[in-house]
C-alpha cells in the first residue's frame, strides 16, 4: 500500500523555523515528484512546493518564496519542506503528495495523489 507519511509541524513563533518531512512507506520515491500543499481554516488547499523526481527542478508559490526550500534525499526515502521566516498566516495542515511530474495549474500541482494525513503547523505570538 502506497502512504506519505508528514512530521515535523508543530507551534512556533513569527520568524522562526520548522522542518517538515514527506516519507514514503511501501514504495519509493525515486521516480515520483514530490509536492508540498497547505490547507489554513476556511481556505481552500494550495499547491507550496514542488520537487522533480531527481530533485534538479523545483517550484515555489509566490508567497513561500525565498523562505521554503524543498529538497529531497532518495536514499532516505524522503523529501524535506525547510521553512524559515515563518509567518502567522503559514498557519496550516501541510500535506505531501507524488505525482509523475510537478504540473503547475494555478495555485495547484495537477496530478498529484497518496495524500499524507497531514502536519500541522501554527504560527503564533
Known amino acids: 500500500q502506497l502512504q506519505l507519511v508528514e512530521s515535523g509541524g508543530g507551534l512556533v513563533q513569527p520568524g522562526e523555523s520548522l522542518t517538515l518531512s514527506c516519507a514514503a512507506s511501501?514504495?519509493?520515491?525515486?521516480?515520483?515528484?514530490i509536492g508540498w500543499f497547505r490547507q489554513a481554516p476556511g481556505k481552500e488547499r494550495e499547491g507550496v512546493s514542488c520537487?522533480?523526481?531527481?530533485?534538479?527542478?523545483?517550484n515555489y508559490a509566490d508567497s513561500v518564496k525565498g523562505r521554503f526550500t524543498i529538497s529531497r534525499d532518495n536514499a532516505k526515502n524522503t523529501v524535506y519542506l525547510q521553512m524559515n521566516s515563518l509567518k502567522p498566516e503559514d498557519t496550516a495542515v501541510y500535506y505531501c503528495a507524488s505525482g509523475p511530474e510537478c504540473l503547475v495549474r494555478g495555485t495547484q500541482y495537477a496530478g498529484m495523489d497518496g495524500w499524507g494525513k497531514g502536519t500541522l503547523v501554527t504560527v503564533s505570538s
Open positions: 520537487i522533480s523526481s531527481s530533485g534538479g527542478s523545483t
Open positions: 511501501g514504495f519509493t520515491l525515486d521516480y515520483y515528484a
